[in-house]
């Protein structure tokens, strides 16, 4: 029983480490300066620190909701609605497929396969040294050059499965 | 019969005039002219629910309050529709110009463009366009200012009242209506919202006047048109065609000759089988669309394209009433049970009545227009949804 509270206790430790409180804190109050502290200012909020962290944890949220003097209900019930809004860990780069009906016709399964393969992970997961998340999405706006996909805020069209591995490739070298 | 062949038209992407100029000769008209021409043009809006333009403009120009708005609606998330981050890339002064003739109108300040956030590559070109029109706007005198605000992934933002939610910071989920955004919009103040298409033609439209517009297209469907054409095509792309062509003249010119279907306006659009191309005519007394046309040829599985379709829907539902969340939840395990074997071939009219309730009892356009992709493909293809 103690061996087991010392290990969630462990895991408690690594993960508020991981989260770096002080910078999160700091990084909150930076965009609240610049989008203001209303409650039209939390998307962008929350969007910029999506965009530094790649995530928002449970402590971004209260911190938002801090700084923003608003309930952390709040703050939870819009970060959870947005699918582009993380609220697990996500890797560095963070890898969207479309799934929609006309890249699937396109041989997005192929894609997904290469992928999974390259990166060793399902959909969903992250890679063990955080670089990639491979994720689904729906229609990317890009139905004429399927199969589709982003990483981070950049649009990869008309892959194949070569030309996956070579853009992978590179950004296994970042 | 149809009348009308399909015809290439260039408005939208045109380059033949200075977008400064047209703005220059716009803001000199009063605004009953430039809303007459809105409203003489016939310009219904171009993101698929078709309300005619001229009369939103003149409900929220009519309605009396310190604070008024225009948003353009970016969200553009409709599948197999990419047109509108065709003419955002291309064309984007013409863009502002449609938002700046409509603040002229209605007598807003401000203006909001809402981009969704699979489009966030495209803000700072966005913005640079923004500032040069900024630029235009003081050299002019004329008090306006756009902002441009990110989306973050959800479908049902580009559902108007789920985009001002959104835009003030909440879950985008739609509100009743009504009041409708003309009396009660962003901020609960009157706004006009309206699709990036629909922009354009708005300021085109103040160009070329508004006969050339209405003589293009039928009593119904007034102008011309922006098209996603994807699928089961040799030349998938953006086409600008004038309304109320057959879909059999569609198909001849952008099928592969083996087409089996096409899904006009998107999952929230209509299937249509091969049989029926010669009888449907696309426009608003026909299939309305918001531009996506996609093409299925004989090789592809109809069951795989609606199960895509339903997929999406159980994602994208905001989840806030029961006849969306429950009733998207309860087509996809139906007509997988279906497919298995574990219901009988009649289970798909239950599911059939359950999608005619979820359009009479659905709270907005989502919710309702699940039943348009689902019973038309059901209804057309019912051996491969069994088989």
């Known amino acids: ?174 | 019969m149809p009348d009308k062949k399909l015809k290439r038209v260039d408005l939208i992407f045109s380059e033949e005039c200075s977008c400064k100029d047209v703005l220059a000769d716009g803001l000199k008209k009063s605004n009953e002219e430039l809303l007459n021409e809105i409203l003489d043009s016939g310009l219904r809006g171009r993101g698929g629910a078709g309300f005619p333009t001229g009369l939103k403009w003149k409900f929220t120009a009519q309605e009396k309050a310190e604070e008024k708005y225009v948003v353009c609606n970016a969200d553009e998330g409709e599948p197999g529709t990419f047109k509108d981050r065709e003419i955002l890339s291309r064309v984007p002064l013409k863009v502002f110009g449609g938002m700046a003739m409509c603040a002229k109108v209605i007598g807003a300040k401000h203006g909001y463009l809402y981009l969704r956030g699979e489009y966030q590559f495209l803000k700072n070109d966005l913005q640079k366009a923004l500032d040069e029109f900024h630029s235009y706007l003081k050299e002019m005198d004329f008090d306006f200012q756009i902002h441009i605000l990110m989306g973050s992934g959800a479908y049902i933002c580009g559902e108007e009242s789920a985009l001002f939610e959104s835009m003030e910071g909440k879950r985008g989920e739609p509100r009743n209506k009504p009041p409708y955004p003309t009396v009660a919009g962003f901020r609960n103040k009157p706004t006009v919202i309206n699709n990036v298409e629909t922009l354009v033609y708005s300021f085109m439209i103040t160009r070329i006047g508004a006969k050339t517009f209405h003589d293009l297209g039928t009593a119904d469907s007034r102008g011309s048109k922006v098209f996603s054409v994807s699928g089961d095509t040799p030349i998938p792309g953006i086409y600008e065609l004038e309304l109320g062509m057959p879909l059999e003249d569609f198909v001849e010119e952008f099928g592969d000759g083996d087409t089996k279907a096409v899904q006009v306006g998107g999952a929230a659009g209509f299937c249509v089988p091969r049989k029926k191309f010669k009888d449907t005519i696309i426009g608003f007394e026909g299939v309305p669309t918001g531009g996506s046309m996609m093409i299925f040829n004989s090789s592809r599985s109809m069951y795989n394209v609606l199960k895509n379709y339903v997929e999406f829907f159980e994602e994208e539902s905001c989840g806030q009433c029961t006849p969306c969340r429950v009733g998207c939840q309860q087509l996809k395990h139906g007509i997988e049970a279906v497919k298995r074997g574990d219901k009988s071939a009649a289970y798909l009219d239950t599911l059939q009545k359950l999608a005619e309730t979820m359009k009479v009892t659905a709270k907005c356009g989502l919710g309702q227009s699940v039943a348009n992709s689902f019973s038309s493909i059901v209804d057309n293809f019912k051996e491969e949804m069994i088989y």
């Open chain 1, 1 to 174: 029983m103690c061996y087991l509270i010392n290990t969630v206790k462990k895991i408690t430790i690594t993960k508020l480490n991981e989260i770096n409180m002080p910078e999160i804190k700091e990084l909150v109050k930076q965009l609240a300066d610049e989008h203001g502290r209303t409650r039209e200012s939390l998307l962008p909020i929350l969007q910029g620190i999506v965009s530094e962290e790649r995530y928002v944890s449970d402590f971004a949220m209260t911190e938002v909701a801090r700084e923003l003097d608003m309930s952390a209900a709040l703050v939870y019930g819009t970060a959870t609605f947005y699918s582009f809004l993380d609220t697990q860990p996500r890797g560095e780069f963070v890898i969207r497929l479309c799934r929609t009906i006309t890249c699937d016709m396109k041989g997005k399964k192929q894609i997904l396969k290469t992928l999974e393969d390259l990166l060793k992970i399902d959909v969903g997961e992250t890679t063990k040294d955080s670089k990639f998340t491979l994720l689904e999405t729906n229609c990317l706006g890009w139905c004429h050059k399927g199969p589709a996909m982003l990483i981070n805020d950049e649009i990869y069209t008309d892959l194949t499965p070569e030309k996956v591995n070579e853009i992978i490739g590179e950004y296994m070298k970042k």
